[in-house]
């Protein structure tokens, strides 16, 4: 692995260090031998770890037990680690709120705003900046799998998370320059991961991925010459669709490989059901009452997605006289959600 203190610095910094993704950045840190800047408001918390991880691996860890949403936070984190040698920062707190965005009051929904969103590009714009100075750092901004697509019922969360992800592949871009790595976590740490010799991956929860996100994530491992394993654990003893992802078929030489993503996306569909076009439902009884999504060929699927592209790009408001029929049906289906 990487020496980070060689190639950062002798501190990072870890906002949200008190439980969950970012005490484990803060473990993962220690055990790599950097010290750690552990940022929270539960300071008791804080203090524990700090203890912890400097007598497991010898680090000398600081406690800023700090309100990320109060005013002028994160120029007193700033001047709180002022004289420490900081050369990597884990912009990781975050909250999120689910439900319909109108239930909520626009207080939560504000403070989901600046906590995931305005935070991480101030801490990114604070440190980015010293870091380009001194030529050397990294940034890490904890984005989320929900950035990929707009999420009616986490909207405001969605939409935060997808201004993140979109921010840090853009700094990476901009700040590689200058010596400053960014990476964006989404499921995992993705932008610029390459590690060959990865020969172990352990998914916990496994039944809650689509399996075409398994065998995704099971991608990462195995790229070495060493034998790897990917372990999934999960509460279904007996589950048809995980099975699939230790199910053999035969290519086209006779020898028995693992179904790729296609077959596996398809068994998924097939098992699950597609589920809901604009509603929440992520899987279920399908809305098409004719067409099996299962199994209609997928050449077909991106035709139809081109075709529909090149009628939008020519008739967005679909008010052509030769696009009434399409007009009407798009206009029954937002009616049907409640969106028209
Ligand atoms: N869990 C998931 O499935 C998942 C998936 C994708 C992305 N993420 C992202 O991963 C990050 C961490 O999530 P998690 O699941 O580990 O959450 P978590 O266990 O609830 O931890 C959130 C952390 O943020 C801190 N925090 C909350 N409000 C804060 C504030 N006002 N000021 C300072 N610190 C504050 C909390 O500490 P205190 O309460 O002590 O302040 C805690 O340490 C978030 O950005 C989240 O959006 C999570």
Known sequence: MKDLRAAYGQYAVVTGASSGIGEEFARQLAA???????????????????????????????????????????????????????????????????????????????????????????????????????RRGAIVLVSSSIAASPVPYSANYAAVKAYVLSLGQALNYELKKDGVDVLVATTVVEVGID???????????????????????????????????????????????????????????????????????????????AGEFLGV??????????????????ELISETAEEADRILAGDAALSRSEHAELSRAVDQLWRRYALA
């Open 32 to 134: 790599a031998g950097v010290n750690v800047v552990l940022v929270a408001r539960r300071k008791g918390r804080l203090d524990a770890l700090a203890a912890e991880l400097s007598r497991i691996h010898g680090t000398t860890n600081e406690v800023v037990a700090l309100d990320l949403l109060a005013d002028g936070a994160v120029d007193e984190l700033w001047r709180r680690v002022g004289d420490v040698d900081v050369g990597l920062v884990v912009a990781n707190a975050g909250i999120s709120l689910a439900g319909p965005l109108v239930a909520h009051s626009l207080a939560d929904e504000l403070d989901v705003f600046a906590l995931d969103g305005a935070v991480p590009l101030q801490l990114a714009h604070r440190f980015g900046r010293d870091f380009a100075q001194r």
């Open 195 to 273: 590690i060959p010799n990865a020969t172990v991956m352990v998914v916990l929860g496994a039944e809650r991925f689509g399996l075409a996100q398994l065998h995704q994530l099971r991608g990462r491992i195995g790229r070495g010459s060493e034998r790897s394993y990917c372990v999934l654990v999960s509460d279904a003893s007996d589950s048809e669709r995980l099975a699939a992802m230790t199910a053999k078929k035969r290519d086209e030489n006779g020898r028995e490989v693992p179904l790729d993503g296609f077959d596996l996306a398809k068994r998924d569909l097939a098992i699950r059901g």
């Open 281 to 298: 439902r992520q899987s279920g009884v399908p809305e098409l009452r004719i067409v099996d999504l299962a199994d209609v060929d997928p």
